[in-house]
């Protein structure tokens, strides 16, 4: 008896489950606060559960490599959700033959201003090198950014909290931004939350607007396509970051 | 009284498994491609993202959305931030980074957002001012 909660214990940080199921619990409890808050922006769970999570990790003395094998199905399943994207996008196809052309120049402005105000942002403020990298992808999506931080010898776990923060703030400061510039067409307000938040910007949108969380998820595709295209050329422009 | 407004259609009362089961395979499948096709032209795209571009394609072709696939990328995608949560957790292996740059890293996320934000938002809209008749309009179905 006396040797079986070692046992238990030990069994239990070798499966994958209790971190499934922590993760799991945690993103249900926090979209239930969340929704009874009428969307509040600072509750959006991917900030509330990780929170949750994370204290659970340290209290436990849980290793951040264990946690991340333990929920790789949560992970792997990214790629299908990347995919799945295509659903959207196809519906709002008869507005993209449309409108190429501005929101293909918007596309380019907005994906440029995402790289180069956080690069020139993070470099005016001292940051290492490192984090400049790790920074420059942030716009775009998770399964966007961190590979292409890693191939320019950025941090790939630095990016992620930096596609998290900014997918955060892009979520909370959009309402009032958006409505202090006066733009109330939901077409661009999707466009411009998506490609600046990327898929919490999208989430939120989607539950928020149809027409709003369609442009948001086009935007969200395109800025993964664009900053995977443009991240390398905007940090060979300026070779002057480094440190 | 319970059992009273219980459903008489059985198969109608929970969700289909069997539709999320091919939704799922077309995914993987999609995504399978996508990975192949960016090893073997060295692509600088992920190979899920490839994988979007050929369902689009797919679907483009094809003409309408399979309903199983409408269904099961829509719940997919409204979840989505649940799939994120073990990759933002690794903040907790940069807590010494993050005390030591916190100031450059907090405002190139949020002021970054901001300047994001508006810069998009201000081109697009200007973009579209001469368009009004051609701009969706807030209660049109999408």
């Given amino acids: ?243 | 009284m319970i059992g009273a407004s219980r459903p008489r259609q059985v198969q109608r009362a929970g969700p289909p498994f069997l539709p999320m089961l091919y939704a799922f395979t077309a995914l993987f499948a999609f995504q399978l491609l996508g990975e192949l096709l960016v090893q073997w032209l060295h692509l600088p795209l992920p190979g899920a993202l490839a994988g979007m571009l050929l369902l689009l394609a797919a679907l483009l072709a094809y003409g309408r959305v399979p309903e199983a696939l409408e269904r099961t990328a829509g719940g997919l995608l409204q979840n989505m931030m649940l799939l994120f949560i073990p990759a933002i957790a690794g903040v907790m292996l940069h807590f010494d980074r993050i005390a030591r740059e916190w100031l450059p890293f907090l405002v190139a996320g949020i002021a970054g957002a901001a300047i994001t934000l508006a810069v998009t938002a201000w081109t697009l809209r200007w973009l579209l001012r001469d368009s009004a008749d051609t701009r969706p309009t807030e209660d049109e179905r999408t």
């Fill in chain 1, 1 to 243: 008896m006396m040797d079986a909660l070692p046992t238990l214990a030990a069994w239990l940080a070798a499966s994958p489950l209790p971190w499934l199921v922590l993760t799991m619990l945690a993103y249900t409890l926090t979209l239930a606060l969340y929704r009874r808050s009428g969307a509040h922006p600072l509750l959006i769970p991917p900030l509330t559960a990780t929170a949750l999570v994370v204290a659970v990790l340290l209290a436990t003395g849980t290793p951040y490599a264990t946690y991340r094998t333990g929920t790789g199905l949560l992970s792997f399943l990214i790629g299908p959700a990347t995919v799945a994207l295509a659903i959207p996008l196809f519906a709002q196809r008869g507005r993209i033959r449309q409108l190429w052309r501005p929101l293909g120049v918007a596309l380019l402005a907005g994906c440029t201003a995402a790289i180069v105000s956080a690069v020139l942002l993070a470099w005016a403020l001292g940051g290492t090198r490192e984090t400049l990298l790790s920074l420059a992808p942030k716009s775009a999506t998770m399964p966007i950014a961190l590979p292409v931080a890693e191939r320019l010898g950025g941090l790939p776990s630095l990016t992620a909290v930096a596609v998290a923060v900014t997918g955060i703030a892009g979520a909370v400061l959009a309402a009032p931004l958006l409505r202090l510039l006066r733009v109330h067409d939901p077409a661009v307000r999707g466009f411009a939350i998506g490609l600046t938040a990327h898929a919490i910007g999208t989430a939120r949108e989607l539950q928020v607007h149809p027409t709003a969380g369609a442009f948001a998820a086009l935007a969200m595709s395109l800025n993964g396509v664009a900053t995977a295209v443009l991240v390398p050329v905007c940090v060979a422009a300026m070779p002057w970051l480094g440190r």
